[in-house]
């Protein structure tokens, strides 16, 4: 099914080890956006891009990587997980022009101990 | 600054009751605005949107919202809320009036719907 995916689902680190969410999606949509999503704070960006070879930060990007190779993938790279980065974290992507919001993908549950 | 109020937390109603959800936006621009839902463990739905023409616009699940340019307001409402409808919901704006799609989120209203 067209849409975003994003690969796992559940993921448990121990403080201070790396890891990839990975995001794809096959609607070839330019705009591609991370978002953390924490109890009573919404949701805040953490980076996003513009198309391939193109990113920029967000509200909250301390402590996350990307880099947008493709259109379709967007990956979000943390390099030293901390606890804080225990969140449940959201990709999305739309159009360039578009008027139909962002589509989400399912969500990473992201638990660092 | 450029914000969105979500300013109730936790909302809940009996099932056939009428709804409404309350967004206060602040932005410069014409906004171009959204709400969106999450049910438990899922990631979230578009509603419906607003980026022009009539302030009252039509979305699935039988939602509708107003947006009111005067107070800020973009409240979804319901008029009949069915128990499958208790989930998360999100105000967004769109910020593309200033040259980007980054979204401001409100910080989500929780409803609950007693039977």
């Known amino acids: 099914n067209a849409g975003v995916t994003q690969t796992p689902k559940f993921q448990v680190l121990k403080t201070g080890q790396s890891m990839t969410l990975q995001c794809a999606q096959d609607?070839?949509?330019?705009?591609m956006s991370w978002y953390r999503q924490d109890p009573g704070m919404g949701l805040r960006l953490i980076h996003y891009s513009v198309g391939a070879g193109i990113t920029d930060q967000g509200e909250v990007p301390n402590g996350y990587n990307v880099s947008r190779s493709t259109t379709e993938d967007f990956p979000l790279r943390l390099l030293s997980a901390a606890p804080s980065q225990t969140s449940v974290y959201f990709c999305?992507?739309?159009?360039?022009?578009?008027?139909?919001?962002?589509?989400f993908g399912s969500g990473t549950r992201l638990t660092v101990v | 600054a450029q914000s969105v109020t979500q300013p109730d937390i936790h909302i809940t109603v009996s099932e056939g009751a009428s709804l409404e959800l309350r967004c206060n936006y602040s932005y410069g621009a014409t906004p171009y605005l959204f709400w969106y839902v999450q049910s438990p463990g899922q990631g979230l739905q578009l509603l419906l949107k607003?980026?022009?023409?009539?302030?009252l616009v039509q979305g699935i699940k039988g939602f509708e919202a107003e947006f009111k340019r005067s107070q800020s307001s973009f409240n979804l409402r319901k008029p009949s809320v069915h128990w499958s409808d208790a989930a998360e919901y999100f105000c967004?704006?769109?910020?593309?009036?200033?040259?980007?799609?980054?979204?401001?989120f409100g910080t989500g209203t929780r409803l609950k719907v007693l039977a």
């Open positions: 967004a704006v769109d910020r593309r009036g200033s040259g980007t799609y980054k979204y401001i």
């Open positions: 609607m070839n949509h330019e705009y």
């Open positions: 999305a992507s739309t159009r360039r022009g578009s008027v139909d919001g962002y589509t």
């Open positions: 607003y980026f022009s023409g009539d302030t």
